[in-house]
């Protein structure tokens, strides 16, 4: 009987420690004072960690949080007071006893970006194919792009096409060697905001077509 009570003690332990929740992805929010991270746990960790990067790759560690012993601490906040940058990854590192170290979704946040969608970089004046975006977004989700150009004082949209939006740093590479010399604008959309650029298409003799971005 003592040998049956072992093992189910033992199966227990092990459901137990297979169950424990990974932390949820923090919420951020800014004050005067600081950004204030918020999240939640169904584990039952010895303890958490706060992470900040700058890049969304090398994280550091800037606090941490005891886990309170009680079924209704699921609901965790931290203060970052410091003075960090205005684009930075968060993410929480969550410590167990038999689980070691856990860690949630990174979440991304920019304070001086009004907007979900803020472009960043643009390719230089180049002999190239394609114009190179580099834009930052606050959110998963769905955007377009579209081509426009002013013909006879008349706005003409030459070419559109969706593309994924991810949180964080997004690569975007725009065709733009089927159109012909000219002045052109790009729009890029996500849900109802916009964010536009411009750029000269020119002929050269020697190197071929010469695109000159203007944001």
Not at 47 to 73: E, N, P, W
Not at 119 to 129: A, M, N, P, T, Y
Not at 134 to 151: L, P, W
């Amino acid at each position: 009987m003592k040998l049956f009570y072992s093992i189910a003690f033992i199966l227990l332990s092990m459901s137990v420690s297979m169950a424990q929740g990974l932390p949820s992805r923090p919420n951020i929010g800014e004050l005067p004072i600081g950004k204030v991270l918020t999240w939640q746990t169904d584990g039952h960790p010895a303890q958490f960690f706060v992470q900040r990067s700058t890049d969304g790759i090398y994280y550091r560690t800037i606090g941490k949080v005891a886990f309170q012993d009680s079924l209704k601490s699921k609901f965790y906040t931290y203060l970052d007071a410091s003075i960090a940058p205005d684009e930075v990854y968060y993410r929480i590192a969550q410590a167990g006893h038999d689980t070691g170290i856990q860690y949630s979704e990174a979440s991304y946040f920019c304070s001086n970006a009004p907007n979900n969608l803020v472009l960043k970089r643009i390719s230089d004046s180049q002999v190239e194919k394609l114009v190179i975006v580099e834009f930052e977004s606050a959110e998963n989700g769905e955007g377009e792009y579209y081509i426009t150009t002013e013909i006879q004082n008349h706005l003409f949209t030459v070419y559109e096409k969706p593309f994924p939006i991810f949180r964080g740093k997004n690569v975007l590479p725009i065709q733009v060697q089927f159109l012909d010399p000219g002045f052109y604008q790009v729009h890029m959309t996500m849900d109802d905001e916009v964010e536009k650029f411009s750029f000269v298409k020119k002929q050269s003799h020697a190197d071929g077509d010469v695109i000159v971005v203007k944001k």
